[in-house]
């Protein structure tokens, strides 16, 4: 009832309709302009839609025309003066027609005889907005509402719909004896003219834009749940995205648009804006589906400049739907169902299996007798006494093979000519892997269980002919359950514990009123008690809110709007934790008794903690206010465009919990002016200036403003008429070029870096002395002022080709680098004795370059009026390199940063292992760390810059190994099948040019600390009955070998991988849609033991998820 209630309150009546034509007047002038030039005018500026046959009137003819608030009718009078055309007006409708011609050559008693009605739609199932439908051969027609909806009288049942849509193949319609007909249009790229969102919301024609801006249906974003930014890799061009987690609400992608450009502290994260307001990723993966009207990412300098220091590594914008003026409401809703179970499960070896390695380890070094005897493996093979002999899987313990979520969305579009309406409801549940063990001993679910509630309302109001006032609101309420330990260190603790070391708990023999949990020493954890003696709730809550006002100045300058906006962001977060403590039991000493039965003496590791439920809490939040100012220009004087825009902007920024920091209490304020003026001329030759003037509070005066300017140009080839002969093969083509600078001040958290931190609490602060043994305390520097530092600038460069084939094929071809210089560091050395510790001296000293190509390809075709197809590929290659670093390497060139990229690893260049003692002796000396025996990894000596071999082998012989980590190439591709009421499709996603480097996988250390063993290191590891200097792991050890898990290439491997990443299939019948969709279905790579999307480590990470979703959804009318 709550969320009925709440979507009913934003439902608003609206008023009978006006007379349009009436109220609408028009001032302008046209000299020798052809006709279609003034209706493209009219259009454009009104809500007018021009009907006729094309043979009925010399669109192209030229006439003159200057009118001052002037009514539709008194200009079609003079433009169609000296025509034999007249016009009729109903409503926003104006049809034209001979002087003498009847609207239909039907009787009076035939025209009102049938009535139809309908939707259209695009083969994507997205509704076409303003589709013509005309009855050929006659004046009859209507167009689509917001929602795709029609209705229309047709004289007779043979009857030929003629339906159109700019973009849209042009389709014939025969009417029959159906009442409700549902239209399917197909992409004509020859005339597209898609309006894609840009900067500051403001729109341009595709075909009219010269800077680099990708834009998708949020259809095409098919995700598992609510979690957007999974779906970007591949199928949007620019855009490299990885997912490393499939923990819920921590299972966004990380995404960067076309790379990384700079270094360190510094984001390489792109600006968020949804609905005109700076947001996070998380904001962005709670978006429902739903409510997304417009999805553009910015990519150049010419797309991004306007948001000067903000938009340095890109912009994504995402609008929000809008109400629509409808004779009722259109009601909408959607319920899903989930299933997802991991994409790789590690598996690890038994209890006898870990036992016999860690035997083998001791010998392979050798330290002493074994430290598991015969009696005890057997004990534990033949599956004896439990506690005594225990054998445990931990994982399966504690993880379950799937998980299951479910979604629910209700929306509701409506309103009329002075208010209309969006309002949406999402409830959403996501659980997680962990088995629900706690039941079995308290009253709660450790399980992580994820509640999500989502509210979206959005008004307009028109307050006259020329005002509109428009709210949106979004609320997000977040309502988390879950283990108080994060899920990394539980699959960490997996990871080490031993099975056989310790049972999972004693039986209660009446001596205690708590669990004796078992552990082998009191240093040590039991992972199942970790998991259960606790939980935590964590409620969140985002509250945005944005006010527009909408102001057309048309009765001060003609094509002048003004527009406004204020905007208030709050998150708020609190925790509540609830945990006990839990004692630790051990066995001491155990004996076997004549009848086969054993007597154990279980002791307690640890002095005795009380048990009894403690609780602790904290708060978190901030906010964010917004406010901007834009005037608007756009001017069509014959064939020549102009447009222009100006727009100021502040925001600030408040930690609703800074504690005691007295940093973290000043808000952070921003003020900035953006600009842009564009100019085309007959469609054919295009031309854009931007510029954006920010200040940054890291920077002392003189320093502390940025203007970052940038142009484009373009050239529309096949606009010309020498282009004709070629118009049948190449529908359309298009060349761009952009320059630009972009502007970066965020230092890594840092604040007012041009003044010093001094710490006055008499901390230790200067090293001295002959051998720098002695250290004073007293005042010192936590950070030296720099009143010189200044921006982070990065030139962008960019070339871009778009063409369409044969009407049905689009390609564009970006082309684009990035010279970054000024880059912040750190000082590489500050020496001791000058009072600094904690170093931090920043200065602009480090350059990186980020090139490469970014492409997408589209295809869609019409088979018959009853089969369609699409097919869609995207390509995206950036490398980076840096080219200036702050560094000292000595006579070590091998060191340097400078011409590898910014995620390259550094590490040994391995020469596979050691085959014997000999071998070891005529070697260079490893003094990497541990005693080096038979079955250790052997590295290679690198000379230095002169080429000298030092005999040694140690830091100084790391060079760049392997790819970069962040992936240099991300690809898409997949096809979307229609036929009748069924559709499938399903979409590929893959990367290459990467490497992932496995570590933190030593199973033993002392005897306890001994960590789980993975399977596949027993499977093919050194060993002295196995003497393969080519095994995958190298002989196992009981001391933590530095020499065997530092980075080398013996540990990278290749990252590429290539997903089946979706596939779906539905059918649609009435207003009812059935749909069945998997994610992650299949994973091809060389790398095998986990995900490889997850990345390096030691794959003990919460996996990513493989879902398959069932739902439906329905349309009420």
Same mark, same amino acid.
């Given at each position: ?247 819920? #609400?921590?299972? /966004? @992608? $990380? ?8 270094? +360190?502290? %510094?984001?390489?994260? *792109?600006? &968020? ?34 948001? #000067?220091?903000? /938009? @340095? $590594? ?8 809008? +109400?629509? %003026?409808?004779?009722? *409401?259109? &009601? ?38 074994? @430290? ?746």
């Amino acid at each position: 009832m709550f969320v009925l209630g709440f979507l009913l309150t934003s439902v608003w009546s609206y008023s009978s309709n006006s007379v349009y034509a009436q109220n609408q007047k028009f001032s302008f002038e046209f000299k020798q302009t052809s006709i279609k030039t003034i209706f493209q005018y009219i259009e454009k500026h009104s809500e007018f839609i021009f009907m006729y046959r094309t043979d009925l009137l010399d669109t192209s003819k030229k006439v003159s025309v200057k009118v001052e608030k002037q009514s539709i009718e008194q200009i079609l009078e003079q433009v169609l003066k000296g025509t034999s055309v007249v016009y009729e007006i109903n409503d926003r409708q104006i049809v034209l027609k001979k002087g003498l011609e009847r609207l239909e050559e039907v009787p009076q008693q035939s025209r009102q005889k049938k009535l139809i009605q309908g939707l259209v739609k695009d083969d994507r199932g997205e509704v076409i907005i303003g589709a013509t439908i005309k009855v050929k051969g006659t004046t009859i027609g209507t167009t689509t509402n917001m929602d795709g909806l029609y209705n229309l009288s047709v004289p007779s049942e043979n009857s030929i719909l003629i339906v159109s849509y700019i973009g849209y193949a042009t389709q014939e319609i025969k009417v029959g004896n159906r009442q409700n007909i549902i239209i399917t249009l197909q992409e004509d790229a020859k005339n597209l003219e898609e309006v894609v969102v840009t900067a500051y919301g403001t729109g341009q024609k595709k075909a009219s834009m010269v800077g680099s801006v990708q834009s998708i249906r949020p259809a095409d974003l098919k995700v598992p749940a609510s979690n957007l930014s999974t779906s970007f890799a591949g199928r949007l061009a620019g855009v490299i995205a990885v997912q490393r987690s499939g923990e819920p #609400g921590a299972d /966004g @992608a $990380n995404f960067w648009i076309r790379g990384v450009s700079t270094l +360190g502290s %510094a984001s390489t994260s *792109p600006l &968020i804006i949804i609905d005109g307001i700076e947001s996070t990723t998380t904001d962005l993966n709670a978006l429902d589906p739903e409510v997304i009207d417009g999805f553009s990412i910015l990519k150049d300098a010419t797309a991004t400049a306007m948001y #000067g220091m903000r /938009g @340095a $590594n890109g912009v994504m914008i995402v609008t929000t739907k809008s +109400g629509a %003026a409808l004779d009722k *409401p259109i &009601i909408n809703f959607r319920v899903e169902g989930s299933m997802s179970t991991p994409t790789n499960i590690p598996e690890f070896v038994d209890g006898v299996t870990f036992m016999e390695l860690y035997n083998e380890a001791i010998r392979n070094q050798p330290a002493g007798k074994e @430290a598991y005897t015969q009696e005890r493996i057997d004990g534990t093979r033949q599956g004896l006494n439990p506690y005594i002999f225990p054998d445990v899987d931990w994982y399966g313990e504690m993880f379950k093979d799937r998980s299951f979520s479910e979604t629910f969305n209700f929306n509701i579009r409506g309103g009329g000519k002075k208010v209309d309406y969006f309002s949406s409801v999402s409830v959403g549940h996501e659980s997680g892997m962990l088995k629900s063990r706690s039941k079995d001993f308290f009253s709660f679910d450790n399980n992580i269980s994820r509640m999500r509630y989502s509210f979206q309302n959005n008004i307009n109001a028109r307050l006259g002919k020329t005002s509109k006032l428009s709210l949106r609101l979004n609320v997000m309420l977040v309502d988390k359950r879950g283990p108080n330990e994060s899920t990394s260190s539980l699959f960490s603790s997996v990871m080490n514990t031993n099975p056989v070391d310790a049972p999972i708990m004693f039986p209660d023999d009446g001596t205690t009123s708590y669990i004796k949990w078992g552990v082998p020493t009191n240093t040590t954890v039991n992972p199942l008690a970790t998991l259960v003696n606790g939980y935590d709730d964590t409620f969140q809550s985002t509250v945005t809110a944005s006010l527009n006002f909408d102001q057309k100045l048309d009765f001060l300058v003609d094509g002048l709007t003004f527009k406004a906006m204020a905007s208030l962001k709050n998150f708020s977060q609190s925790v509540q934790t609830r945990y006990s403590d839990w004692n630790k039991f051990t066995v001491n000493n155990w004996s076997l008794n004549d009848d086969g039965t054993y007597n154990m003496e279980v002791i307690q590791e640890g002095a005795e903690v009380g048990t009894e439920l403690k609780t602790k809490s904290s708060n978190t939040g901030d906010r964010r206010i917004y406010l901007q100012a834009m005037l608007e220009y756009n001017r069509t004087f014959g064939k020549h465009d102009v447009g222009a825009l100006l727009i100021y902007n502040q925001d600030e920024y408040m930690d609703n919990n800074p504690g005691t920091d007295l940093l973290v209490a000043l808000p952070t304020r921003r003020q900035g002016i953006a600009a842009r003026a564009s100019y085309a001329y007959d469609g054919r030759y295009l031309a854009e200036v931007n510029l954006g003037y920010n200040g940054s509070e890291n920077f002392a005066k003189g320093n502390r403003f940025g203007l970052f300017p940038s142009i484009a140009v373009g050239y529309n080839i096949s606009e010309e008429k020498f282009f004709e002969p070629l118009r049948n093969i190449i529908s359309r083509m298009k060349v761009r070029a952009s320059y630009g600078l972009v502007g970066n001040g965020n230092i890594g958290g840092q604040r007012f870096t041009y003044l010093a931190d001094v710490d006055l609490t008499g901390s230790p602060a200067f090293t001295t002395g002959i051998n720098m043994d002695r250290t004073l305390k007293g005042p010192s520097y936590k950070r030296f002022a720099n009143y010189d530092l200044g921006w982070e600038v990065g030139k962008k460069y960019n070339i871009g080709l778009d063409m369409i084939f044969f009407n049905n094929l689009s390609l564009t071809v970006d082309v684009f680098r990035e010279d970054r210089t000024d880059i912040f560091q750190e000082k590489a050395t500050i020496p001791s004795y000058l009072g600094v510790y904690g170093t931090k001296y920043y200065v602009n000293s480090a350059a990186v370059r980020n090139q490469g190509i970014d492409a997408s390809i589209d295809f869609g075709h019409q088979f018959n009026k009853d089969f369609s197809m699409t097919f869609k590929g995207t390509f995206t290659y950036a490398h980076n390199e840096i080219r200036a670093y702050e560094e000292s390497v000595g006579d070590r060139a091998n060191l340097s940063r400078i011409g590898y990229s910014t995620s390259q690893q550094w590490g040994y260049v391995s020469d596979y292992l050691f085959a014997d003692q000999t071998e070891i002796n005529n070697h260079p000396t490893q003094l990497i760390g541990g005693t080096v025996g038979p079955g250790d990894i052997k590295y290679v000596n690198q000379p230095n810059v002169y080429g000298v071999y030092d005999d040694i082998i140690d830091k100084n012989d790391m060079v760049p190994i392997g790819n970069p980590t962040t992936p240099e190439i991300v690809y898409g591709f997949g096809p979307s099948f229609h036929y009748k009421g069924f559709d499938f499709s399903f979409f590929f996603q893959g990367v290459a040019k990467t490497s992932l480097f496995m570590s933190g996988l030593q199973p033993f250390g002392t005897m306890m600390e001994n960590k789980n063993v993975q399977k596949f290191i027993a499977d093919d590891r050194w060993s002295p009955e196995n003497q393969n200097i080519f095994a995958e792991y190298p002989r196992l050890t009981i001391e933590r070998s530095a020499n065997n898990s530092t980075t080398s290439t013996y540990w990278e491997r290749n990252g590429a991988f290539l997903k089946l990443k979706n596939a779906e299939i539905g059918y649609t019948f009435k207003s009812m849609r059935l749909y069945l969709r998997g994610s992650n279905l299949l994973t091809f790579s060389k790398f095998k033991l986990w995900d490889p999307e997850q990345g390096g480590g030691n794959g003990l990470k919460y996996p990513t998820q493989r879902v398959f979703n069932i739902g439906f959804q329905m349309t009420i009318k």
